[in-house]
């Protein structure tokens, strides 16, 4: 099965601060169609104004995932971290029993481009934990490179759900693919520039749904940044 959930069709969320598309329901946009798929709950396509941003508020029970595609994202929590988010960065945020953060715009003059992904936990009720490192465009051109994972390996960010995360980057000629395994799932986001999988063409913001087995193949790509998501 391969399901495209087009960028145009997301749910739209302006607040003049924020533009923010939305490709499972989140707040006021909902559609009993897309409430998630698998364990992954919701992917924001966010756009924030300069010096502008979330003020504090709470989360519980989500892995919260934080991948900037241009500018810089700060963020402060109840747990005593504060940092500052930049593109090829990947943050991990586990609310677990409760926890309060704040995002804002680093930037007084540019925009800052993010996606938000929440990731339901495989339980509920664990100790809230934080985690950020870094992944250079190098590292993710032209191949697939893990950036979270249930056990960390590999250097990626820990995920509290069985999902291996993916980042790529691929250009003129690249061609990239992952084999899904029967019983397993997975979800293609193109955040930016141009790509085709299995010989389908996406634009930014377009997203895929897959079911295994499947062998997954991306190329014609142009500028393209993509997360792959390979779910239990």
Not at 97 to 114: C, I, K, L, M, R
């Amino acid at each position: 099965m391969l399901a495209i959930r087009h960028a145009e069709e997301r749910g739209l969320a302006d607040f003049g601060w924020l533009n923010s598309r939305h490709t499972f329901s989140f707040g006021s946009y909902h559609d009993p169609r897309f409430m998630g798929f698998g364990p992954l709950r919701v992917i924001n396509e966010d756009r924030v104004q300069p010096a502008q941003g979330f003020g504090t508020h709470g989360h519980r029970d989500m892995e919260i995932i934080s991948y900037v595609l241009e500018g810089a994202l700060e963020h402060k929590d109840s747990m005593g971290n504060g940092s500052i988010i930049r593109p090829g960065d990947v943050q991990r945020m586990s609310a677990g029993t409760g926890v309060e953060h704040s995002e804002y715009n680093a930037s007084d003059t540019d925009p800052v481009h993010f996606l938000q992904i929440w990731v339901l936990p495989e339980k509920n009720g664990a100790a809230p934990g934080y985690e950020q490192k870094a992944f250079t465009a190098e590292e993710k051109r032209g191949r697939l490179r893990l950036v979270g994972s249930r056990d960390g390996r590999d250097g990626s960010v820990t995920i509290h759900q069985d999902v291996d995360l993916y980042a790529t980057v691929l250009g003129k000629g690249d061609t990239v693919t992952h084999e899904l395994t029967a019983g397993r799932k997975a979800w293609v986001q193109l955040a930016r520039g141009s790509a085709a999988l299995n010989g389908e063409s996406l634009d930014p913001g377009d997203g895929v749904a897959l079911q295994g087995p499947a062998t997954i193949t991306l190329s014609d790509a142009s500028d393209a940044e993509l997360l792959l998501f390979d779910m239990g």
